[in-house]
């Protein structure tokens, strides 16, 4: 079955940080960044079907440019075993998007190395 919905947002993939109390006032720079990062999925997420009951993502994160040219070319476009986890990533872009994700009651997730054409993720929603 077809997606309904399919976009590609060139943005570089967060998880979902631990709030507190205080961010509401003094706001620490990963909450910033993670407001940023919403307000980047909204503007590509427009005509977004807010009655989904399937999501599914593939997030592209970017190699670390400390890391051996070697070690980069093994890693690109392979799966992502580190941190951020997939669920704060699932978490930030549902907030972004949805009023109520409980909605949402299907979906694939994947974390993948920047395979050469930027970080980024690939969203597609099925509607019932």
């Given at each position: 079955?077809?997606?309904?919905?399919?976009?590609?947002?060139?943005?570089?993939?967060?998880?979902?940080?631990?709030?507190?109390?205080?961010?509401?006032?003094?706001?620490?720079?990963?909450?910033?960044?993670?407001?940023?990062?919403?307000?980047r999925?909204?503007?590509?997420?427009?005509?977004?079907?807010?009655?989904?009951?399937?999501?599914?993502?593939?997030?592209?994160?970017?190699?670390?440019?400390?890391?051996?040219?070697?070690?980069?070319?093994?890693?690109?476009?392979?799966?992502?075993?580190?941190?951020?986890?997939?669920?704060?990533?699932?978490?930030?872009?549902?907030?972004?998007?949805?009023k109520?994700?409980?909605?949402?009651?299907?979906?694939?997730?994947?974390?993948?190395?920047?395979?050469?054409?930027?970080?980024?993720?690939?969203?597609?929603?099925?509607?019932?």
């Open positions: 079955m077809e997606p309904t919905w399919e976009k590609e947002i060139p943005v570089v993939p967060m998880g979902k940080p631990r709030m507190t109390r205080r961010d509401k006032w003094a706001k620490r720079p990963c909450v910033l960044r993670y407001y940023e990062f919403k307000d999925i909204r503007e590509f997420t427009e005509t977004f079907p807010r009655d989904a009951i399937r999501i599914d993502w593939v997030a592209y994160l970017p190699i670390p440019k400390s890391w051996s040219k070697k070690k980069k070319e093994e890693t690109m476009g392979g799966l992502h075993r580190s941190k951020p986890d997939r669920d704060n990533i699932d978490k930030a872009i549902l907030d972004a998007i949805l109520d994700d409980s909605l949402v009651a299907q979906g694939t997730l994947e974390k993948r190395w920047d395979d050469g054409n930027g970080p980024r993720i690939i969203l597609k929603a099925w509607k019932s």
